[in-house]
């Protein structure tokens, strides 16, 4: 990471080209995110109604140096009302990988979501294979909670998926 100052805020209309290119492009999505085509238009729409910031789900930008490095994201799960949770996810662009950008936009965003919302637990989900991103939520606090078989499709196949969570409760390293 360097000197580099990791912030997090709304996706700008500036970056919205960016954010829109990270997520057409499966060789910059990487091995685990790319899902297949999707409608190109989807977030703009969003981000015309709601600055991709929704009471079920949103999107903030990760600003590396003053330039956008990838997003995060949250989305509501379980019941509504208190009883819910958040599930956090992170992307990076393929020049900002591998320098804790990554590690450091999800503790903000952690730190953002307690703040601001009044939720008890937040979960995450990553591929089994995945441990780069294993080890990002653990050096944030996440615990590993167990792995849910064959609970995803990516490239042909039925994938394990490991579940974390972090409570608002928990110690934070």
């Not at 997003?71 to 591998?98: T, Y």
């Not at 849910?148 to 934070?172: C, E, I, K, N, Q």
Request: with cysteine; aromatic share 10%; charged share 30%.
């Amino acid at each position: 990471m360097d000197d580099e100052r990791i912030s997090l805020g709304p996706v700008t209309e500036a970056e919205l080209p960016l954010f829109e290119a990270l997520l057409a492009d499966p060789q910059a999505l990487g091995e685990y995110q790319w899902f297949g085509w999707r409608d190109p238009g989807r977030f703009r729409r969003r981000w015309l109604e709601n600055g991709l910031l929704g009471d079920d789900q949103s999107v903030l930008a990760v600003l590396s140096g003053g330039g956008f490095a990838g997003f995060v994201a949250w989305r509501r799960k379980g019941s509504v009302g208190l009883a819910s949770c958040w599930n956090i996810g992170a992307q990076l662009r393929p020049e900002a990988r591998g320098r804790g950008i990554g590690t450091e936009a999800q503790r903000l965003l952690v730190d953002y979501l307690f703040a601001h919302t009044p939720v008890m637990r937040l979960e995450a989900d990553t591929e089994d294979t995945n441990l780069a991103e294993q080890r990002a939520l653990e050096k944030c606090g996440f615990t590993r909670e167990g792995v849910r078989r064959s609970a995803t499709f990516r490239d042909g196949a039925w994938r394990d998926v490991v579940r974390y969570s972090l409570l608002r409760t928990d110690p934070r390293p």
